[in-house]
Every structure is written in structure tokens, then in C-alpha cells.
């Protein structure tokens, strides 16, 4: 079955760094190429932080969190990573990981993917 776990959240100061994970089911990595990590905050709609090509590592990013976000995966464990730096309390927000059938040429489109999973809080204080 299509399925996404998201974990890693947790409360940092500005300046400090996370990692948040995301694995996927068999299924999910085997019809879904393009893995992405989302953010929401409370009244605001869901935005693109980055995706990931499972099947050639091609990435890219939202440009406010280019340079201090890496997305990558570790294939055997179906699972997607986002490695956040330089944390700012802007980048507060419930972390959502997606997935969707086909390459990521459309970029970070929230109605193009079609799983997801729940979200994990990330919490940046100043």
C-alpha cells in the first residue's frame, strides 16, 4: 500500500540544525519517483521545500531554504532525509513528505502528489 512516516521533529534554537526522515513503503518506492518535503504553518497553505528523484538523485529547492537544506535518501531503507541548517524561526512549521508517481519536472506542485504522510512539528525558537 501507498504509505509515508515522517518523524524527526523537534523544538531548536535559530542557528541550529535537524534532521527530519521519511520512509516509505515497498510500494510507495517502487511506483513513486519523486519524493518532496512540505511545510505548513497554522493559516498559511502548504509549500514546497524540496524534492528528490529517487531514480537519479536529482534535486532541488525552494529558494528559501537554498543552501541551508539538503534532501537526500538512502535507497535500501526507503527512506528520504531533509537536513536542515542555519535554522531561522521562519522555517517553523508541521513538516509533511509527499510522494508521486513519475520524475519531479514539475516541481513542488502540492496537487500533483498523490501520498503523503502525516507531519512532523519543527519548532525554531529565537
Known amino acids: 500500500i501507498p504509505m509515508l512516516a515522517a518523524s524527526g521533529g523537534a523544538s531548536v534554537q535559530a542557528g541550529g540544525s535537524l534532521r527530519i526522515s521519511c520512509a516509505a513503503s515497498?510500494?510507495?518506492?517502487?511506483?513513486?519517483?519523486?519524493l518532496a518535503w512540505f511545510r505548513q504553518t497554522p493559516g498559511s497553505e502548504r509549500e514546497g521545500v524540496a524534492f528528490?528523484?529517487?531514480?537519479?538523485?536529482?534535486?532541488d529547492y525552494a529558494p528559501f531554504v537554498k543552501g541551508r537544506f539538503t534532501i537526500s535518501q538512502h535507497n535500501t531503507q526507503r527512506t528520504i532525509y531533509l537536513q536542515m541548517n542555519d535554522l531561522e524561526p521562519e522555517d517553523t512549521g508541521a513538516y509533511y513528505c509527499?510522494?508521486?508517481?513519475?520524475?519531479?519536472?514539475?516541481?513542488?506542485?502540492?496537487?500533483?502528489?498523490?501520498?503523503w504522510g502525516q507531519g512532523t512539528q519543527v519548532t525554531v525558537s529565537s
Open positions: 515497498s510500494y510507495t518506492y517502487r511506483t513513486d519517483n519523486c
Open positions: 528528490i528523484d529517487i531514480t537519479d538523485d536529482a534535486t
Open positions: 509527499a510522494s508521486r508517481a513519475g520524475n519531479c519536472g514539475s516541481g513542488l506542485l502540492v496537487d500533483d502528489f498523490t501520498t
